[in-house]
């Protein structure tokens, strides 16, 4: 079975321009998850997608971040524009519904110069 | 505000020892609590889950507790290997949907 694929795995980007990151998760995974996580810090939950419908965006920063999922299955997240504060790992996690474990992807690591 | 803390400090223990890692939390009831391993430059894997009615869960050479009168889990590594050596995670969950919230993380160094 495959994982959760991510892409890019590396972004480097001067402040101000736009960014986005792709994910897709584990088939007949219903449930997507972005996460943001800084150095030396654990992930922290960005948005929350019960296929289609985000059902948990609250810790996104909505004034600059974006997210979808159009058909329920891959995800972007998209940032526009990018902060030097907006450095860090993007990282993507699926599961079904009533699955406490997530799976996480590899992530993006994104530099904001 | 819900708060999560974890041995701020980086382990490091002999080859064979064991290795105990400690989550601590604050304003918060989780129903479960889960701990992840993350390599460098990798997503974290799910290890173990412990429900708030278990005391104890383990997995190989790997063993949770779970006070919730003391707020604490305990992670435990018995016969530690070189491998073991990752950022270990612990996360609560279960009251808000799929919700995790994690911890910082402990870096665990196993010198052979």
């Known amino acids: 079975e495959a994982g959760v694929v991510q892409s890019p795995r590396y972004k480097i980007i001067e402040k101000k321009q736009p960014v986005a990151f792709w994910c897709n998760p584990i088939s007949g995974h219903n449930t997507l998850y972005w996460y943001r996580q800084n150095l030396g810090q654990g992930p922290e939950l960005l948005i929350r997608y019960e296929n289609e419908e985000a059902v948990d965006d609250s810790q996104l920063p909505k004034d600059r971040f974006s997210a979808e999922r159009l058909k329920g299955v891959d995800s972007t997240l998209k940032i526009q524009p990018a902060e030097l504060g907006d450095s860090a790992v993007y990282l993507c996690?699926?599961?079904?519904?009533?699955?406490?474990?997530?799976?996480f992807g590899p992530g993006t690591r994104l530099l904001v110069l | 505000s819900q708060k999560i803390e974890q041995n701020s400090e980086a382990l490091n223990i002999q080859e064979g020892k064991t290795a105990t890692l400690t989550c601590n939390y604050t304003?918060?009831?989780?129903?479960?609590l889960q701990w992840y391993r993350q390599d460098p430059g990798r997503g974290p894997v799910f290890l173990l889950l412990?429900?708030?009615?278990?005391k104890e869960k383990r997995k190989e050479r790997l063993k949770v507790t779970f006070d919730t009168t003391l707020k604490q889990s305990l992670f435990h590594i018995t016969a530690s290997q070189p491998a073991d050596s990752a950022t270990y995670l612990c996360a609560l969950g279960g009251n808000q949907g799929g919700k995790l919230i994690f911890g910082q993380g402990t870096e665990l160094s196993v010198k052979p």
């Open positions: 412990i429900r708030e009615n278990e």
């Open positions: 996690a699926s599961s079904t519904p009533g699955q406490e474990t997530q799976y």
């Open positions: 304003n918060y009831s989780p129903a479960y």
